[in-house]
């Protein structure tokens, strides 16, 4: 009843497990929000629900409408090193998802109490699987809708050194809100919806305008003044949005790079966007952007950190200039010289 290519969890072999950058990913709320939300997408979901309660630490869950994990499979989610997304080593040089550790649910339910609800697309009742602090999980067979409810509580309850390390609730709540902000903006063909101790926070509509994404998170009047930007080269497309002269934050909040649907940190890249406003904006002041790299996954290598926040790139610099010399173009538009609220 399955299509062919309906994906199925398999335990990566040793070699291939061994070839994976090794490391802890769930530091803080915020790394199980991220977690999550990539396993939502990687689902195909187009509507996201994050709920984040007591900082993270109480509540975190995770609800969407992907295509769910066969009944069989459910358990194996939270084996190690289990994933559906890769099956060898060699498919670490062609990755299109953006998880393939296989490690993200076993850490998660190593360090707390995880429940799953999934129901996979075709099939009439899903199953729900408990996990608590790593474990035998408990599988038991359940009504729910179409997709996936990982609901997460009592975050690092059995691990009180790892609580000790945490800033305070409100801080980690601003974390996990951040995060999910990233994710939006990497996917505005999915309708986020993020609600914070029960109170809505933000929501798009996933009608896949990055514009209306910004809107909603940054608000009317950023999302009327950026600037748009595209340009292509050779195996890469960028696309987005930069802010003109006058716009300027005293920190680094609002610059979003994604490469390929992945929300990503590069200094080199930062640094050549940040060089072109140099004389433009007052020193101290940092300039925003969300820009969507689209480029060859053979280009880039996304297995060097375990949260997958920093992406290899060859030829860097060539590419940050590149990237440099299009926001210049877009910095001398005649936009970028009369704010958009003054022009007739
Ligand atoms: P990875 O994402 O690296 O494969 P995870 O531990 O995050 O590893 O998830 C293990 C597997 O569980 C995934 O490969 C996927 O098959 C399945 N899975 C996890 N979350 C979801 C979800 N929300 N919807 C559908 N399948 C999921
Ligand atoms: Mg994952």
Known sequence: MYPEDYPRIKVLDVETANQIAAGEVVERPASVVKELVENSIDAAARHITVEVMGGGLTLIRVRDDGIGIRPEDAPLAFARHATSKIRRASDLFQINTLGFRGEALPSIAAVARVEMDT???????????????????????????????????????????????????????????????????????????????????????????????????????????????????????????????????????????????????NRTITRAVEDCYRTVIPSGRYPIFVLHLAIDPQKIDVNVHPAKLEVKFQQEHELAQKIGVAINKTLHTPRAVMPASTSP
């Open 119 to 265: 129901r996979a697309v075709g099939e009439k009742i899903g199953v729900r699987v408990r996990v608590a602090g790593g474990g035998e999980p408990e599988v038991n067979v359940v009504g729910c809708p179409p997709g996936t409810t990982v609901t997460v509580t009592d975050l690092f309850y059995n691990t009180p050194a790892r609580r000790q390390f945490l800033k305070k609730p409100t801080s980690e709540a601003r974390a996990a809100v951040a995060i999910a902000e990233k994710l939006a903006l990497a996917h505005p063909e999915v309708a986020f919806a993020m609600y914070l101790e029960g109170k809505r926070l933000f929501a798009t509509q996933g009608n896949g305008e990055l514009l209306a994404v910004i809107t909603a998170l940054y608000g009317l009047e950023m999302g009327r003044e950026l600037l748009p930007l595209s340009d292509t080269g050779e195996g890469w497309a960028l696309k987005g949005y930069i802010s003109p002269p006058w716009l300027h934050r005293a920190g680094r909040s609002h610059q979003v790079l994604i490469v390929n649907g992945r929300y990503i940190f």
